[in-house]
């Protein structure tokens, strides 16, 4: 009758249908990054050569802060109107379920911000070749960025001002991700390999696809109990 | 498999230092009503998330078809139907939307039809349920505890927000389920006729006794 597949395809299918219809939601943290990014020349300097160097840098800042913005509202629409109390009593592993809502999520928010990237590349002045080392460490990175702020976002749901909470506790977090993401742009444009440094973003990608939904389920536990 | 049963023994929470309830009882059987009656803020929707599986009692065991599920309530949640304070409807979506995507539920569509106009809410199901008034987001929450068949139906409050039409209905779709062997647990705050003699348990005289 209702099978564990079916359970997941008809969550899949809920959450891209609302991604869907709440179009502005997704738009707005990509409006963000573009123009968080666009502050960097006017705040620094528009020279060329500062800006190749920090470009990357900026890129990567931007594409974190932007994947906060949707953090909070992540679980507290369905804490409110009742659904994370039905998904605890459907007969399916709540990790399974909230797999498959970061995935939807990922896709409607992470992804384009991903394909956004190399755009945006272009006014900093980044050499072509670095292009694939970014996108490869942005397709990589958003994943985790993502499930870090969804154990985050379980551990504050339902609590007043969890929204600075939750940034607090986030950010810090994201700083390896970052370490890395913008390393593997720097040693492309000095003419070193990227691989290192992305396999270390692969890696971090791997567990927290591994454990993050398991420890989030955990933490709406908590949070919900 | 065991007889389909819920028990409940010897249940106590306390909430900081004020004891909402304890000692409480609950046999439930095929075919058996329960309803839980008391004021405000007596323990009657913990009473509900405890034999839910959501939360835990301080003391006390929880069991279905003879196993205590206290610790790991999947085994009850296949046969379950819960309704809460909430209707867990999403507004951007609309009332078929709702029924149909609901991960645990798998209607066909021809179910979800005839669920809908039974309710009497043929004219509002392809609205997002957002512009629905309060009663009718009331009833589609309750078509999705018919469609999911499960035995136990532990609802919290379904009158809530329903006119006097609907209650009526409720009543004979209570009667119907628990003429087909099914199970319920429900609050209310409105007296509620049944065919069945069903249990009452008022949570305002355990404290007192």
């Given amino acids: ?54 470009g990357a840098g900026a890129l990567w800042i931007a594409a974190l802060l932007a994947s906060m913005l949707s953090l909070q509202r992540l679980f507290t629409t369905d804490h409110g109107n009742g659904v994370l109390e039905q998904l605890l009593v459907t007969p399916c592993p709540l990790s399974f379920l909230l797999a498959t809502k970061l995935m939807a999520h990922w896709l409607s928010s992470g992804l384009p911000l991903v394909f956004l990237s190399p755009l945006l590349a272009e006014p900093f002045g980044l050499e072509w070749s670095t292009y ?45 991700v970052l370490i890395f993401g913008t390393g593997a742009v720097m040693a492309v444009s000095r003419g070193m390999s990227a691989a290192p440094h ?18 989030t389920a955990l933490a709406l536990k908590i949070s919900l109990d | 498999m065991n007889e389909a049963r819920l028990l409940a023994r010897g249940l106590a929470v306390s909430r900081g230092r004020r004891q909402l309830f304890r000692d409480i009882d609950i046999e439930l059987s095929s075919g058996d009503a329960l309803h839980v009656t008391g004021a405000n803020g007596s323990g009657k929707t913990t009473l509900l998330r405890i034999l839910c599986g959501l939360t835990q009692a301080d003391s006390g065991q929880v069991f279905w078809r003879g196993e205590n599920y206290g610790q790991s309530p999947e085994p009850l949640h296949g046969e379950l139907a819960y309704l809460s304070h909430h ?58 505890v018919l469609l999911q068949q499960a035995t136990l139906w532990v609802l919290d409050e379904p009158l809530n927000s329903l006119d006097s039409g609907s209650q009526t209905l409720l009543e004979s779709l209570l009667d119907q389920h628990l003429e087909n062997g099914g199970m319920a647990v429900l609050t209310t705050h409105q007296p509620l006729s049944l065919a069945g003699a069903g249990q009452i348990l008022c949570l305002d005289s355990e404290v007192a006794g």
Wanted: aromatic residues 6%; positive net charge; proline residues 7%.
């Fill in chain 1, 1 to 54: 009758m209702t099978t564990l597949n079916g359970i997941l395809i008809r969550q899949l299918r809920r959450e891209l249908l609302l991604a869907y219809r709440r179009r502005g939601d997704a738009l707005t943290p990509l409006l963000f990054f573009i123009i968080v990014i666009t502050l960097f020349p006017l705040g620094i300097s528009p020279e060329k050569v500062l800006l190749q160097q920090f």
């Fill in chain 1, 198 to 215: 992305l396999s270390l973003l692969g890696a971090m990608c791997l567990v927290s696809l591994t454990f993050g939904p398991w420890l």
């Fill in chain 1, 132 to 176: 694939p080392a970014l996108v490869a460490g942005l397709l990589l990175g958003t994943p985790v960025l993502l499930i870090i702020g969804a154990i985050s976002a379980a551990l504050t749901v339902g609590l007043r001002g969890g929204g600075l909470l939750l940034t607090l506790l986030t950010l810090p977090l994201y700083v390896p």
């Fill in chain 2, 87 to 144: 209707n867990a409807l999403y507004g951007d979506l609309t009332a078929r939307e709702n029924l149909a995507l609901a991960p645990a539920l798998n209607p066909t569509p021809a179910a979800i039809t005839g669920i809908l106009n039974r309710l009497s809410l043929k004219a509002q199901a392809d609205l997002p349920t957002r512009v629905l008034s309060q009663g009718q987001c009331r009833r589609i929450a309750l078509c999705r």
